[in-house]
């Protein structure tokens, strides 16, 4: 299974931009979608949370002004950032809990990470 992510970038505060992540390979099905990141010196974090049936789960910093949806038909998550500030500048790496078509089994997946520098 690969996650891979696109969409990062450089904006201006109060800018926007879209993450996207596909998942590819032997899937069954993909239960909870996620998107984190990581600032230079920092943890890595939760930023938004999505199950298969829609429900969404954001980090309070981020409610209001980043929004997580997904298409289950394309395995494809996505992140629509908007009123962005220079704090949201990080590494995003997307994340995804699939069910393995081969053997049922579920395994935890991440995407390669896509870089968002947001400017003061």
């Known amino acids: 299974v690969q996650l891979q992510a696109f969409g990062g970038g450089w904006v201006q505060a109060g800018g926007s931009l879209r993450l996207s992540c596909a998942a590819s390979?032997?899937?069954?099905?993909?239960?909870?979608m996620g998107w984190y990141r990581q600032a230079p010196g920092k943890q890595r974090e939760l930023v938004a949370a999505?199950?298969?049936?829609?429900?969404?789960n954001y980090t309070d910093s981020v409610k209001g002004r980043l929004t997580i949806s997904r298409d289950n038909a394309k395995d494809t998550v996505y992140l629509q950032m908007n009123s962005l500030k220079p704090e949201d500048t990080a590494t995003y790496y997307c994340?995804?809990?699939?069910?393995?078509?081969?053997?049922?089994?579920?395994?935890?997946?991440w995407g390669q990470g896509t870089l968002v520098t947001v400017s003061s």
């Open positions: 994340n995804a809990r699939v069910v393995l078509l081969t053997t049922y089994s579920t395994g935890t997946y």
């Open positions: 999505i199950t298969s049936a829609g429900r969404t």
């Open positions: 390979g032997s899937i069954f099905s993909i239960k909870d």
